[in-house]
């Protein structure tokens, strides 16, 4: 599937700047001027989307001839990143036209009309299309990295290594939207709009790392103790606590994001309280301040 990544100021629905508001990180963004505001506005079954590339859209890059002013049947995805950090997939338009320069909105709607918007450069059909709600925005595009999305807001995703990437976002994209997260130990405001936090807790609930992480240490100790505060849910619980303790990554997803490989030892054992409280606070505590912390506390 031939995908053309497009990077827009973050909003919640896209549908007009009433009641919604448009966010844009750094020089990302600098070259945006808000045209993306009804990126998600239907116009008579058609949606029309805007990008700010740096000069035109490299339609070639997509499978276009050189005198070609467009290709059609392609995949759009829209990124955009919250001023909490960090760049996700917003949504997509499936079988969409991609114009090398902008174009005019040749009937815009009211809606249209009401926030300025006269231009496109991507058209799609409405029922093609998808716009994750916001706590379902938790894919994270690196950036910044060997592979991964650049300084331009366009972005083909064509270099051997941007091929990951590009994996898990047509998985995300033939599945439908992503399930919840399950057991989510934390306010929904905090989740809401900060993917790098919503990736974390999806890195420590996965189960594969988690398993590995669990029976290397049982193999080294024996048990299952939290690292912070030493509490055993065998030794509290008997059988009903066997096995069971909360895994916590200690290293929040830096600037490069995404597809970063966890080792080990960069998970932690944690009792399900002193997870919590970890997580409470912005940035979050180290194990060792909180192992501190607990011991002033009892002794
Ligand atoms: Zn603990
Ligand atoms: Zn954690």
Redesign the pocket.
């Known amino acids: 599937m031939p995908l053309i990544f497009c990077n827009v100021g973050w909003m919640k629905y896209y549908n007009g700047i009433d009641g919604d508001s448009i966010e844009r990180g750094g020089e990302y963004n600098q070259h945006s001027t808000g045209h993306e505001v009804c990126n998600f506005s239907d116009n008579a079954g058609t949606l029309y989307g805007y990008v700010q590339p740096t000069g035109r859209i490299n339609i070639e890059k997509l499978g276009a001839s050189k005198v070609d002013e467009f290709i059609g049947g392609m995949t759009v995805v829209w990124t955009a990143g919250p001023v909490t950090g960090g760049t996700v997939v917003v949504g997509w338009y499936k079988d969409a036209t991609v114009y090398r320069d902008a174009q005019i909105i040749e009937k815009p709607s009211k809606l249209q009309r009401k926030n300025g918007i006269s231009s496109f450069r991507i058209k799609a059909p409405t029922s093609k299309a998808v716009l994750l709600p916001v706590e379902q925005r938790e894919l994270v595009i690196p950036r910044a990295v060997k592979g991964g999305i650049g300084q331009s807001n366009v972005w083909y995703a064509d270099k051997e290594e941007s091929r990951e990437i590009v994996r898990s976002v047509v998985a995300l994209i033939d599945s439908g939207t992503p399930s919840p997260l399950p057991d989510v130990d934390c306010i929904e405001s905090t989740l809401e709009g900060n993917p790098r936090f919503v990736a974390h807790l999806r890195r420590e609930r996965n189960s594969k790392i988690v398993k590995a992480k669990k029976s290397a240490t049982l193999r080294a100790t024996g048990k299952l103790c ?1 690292e ?2 030493g ?1 055993d849910f065998k030794e509290v619980y008997g059988d009903a606590g066997d096995g069971f303790c909360e895994v916590h990554h200690i290293h929040p997803l830096s600037k490069a994001d995404g597809v970063v490989k966890t080792e080990l030892s960069d998970l932690a054992i ?2 399900s ?2 997870h919590r409280i970890i997580h409470r606070s912005n940035p979050m505590l180290s194990i060792q301040n909180l192992s501190k912390r607990v011991s002033c506390q009892r002794s």
Do not use: D, L, T
Request: proline letters at 0%; a neutral charge; glycine letters at 0%.
């Open positions: 939290c912070a505060c509490f944690v009792c309280n002193c």
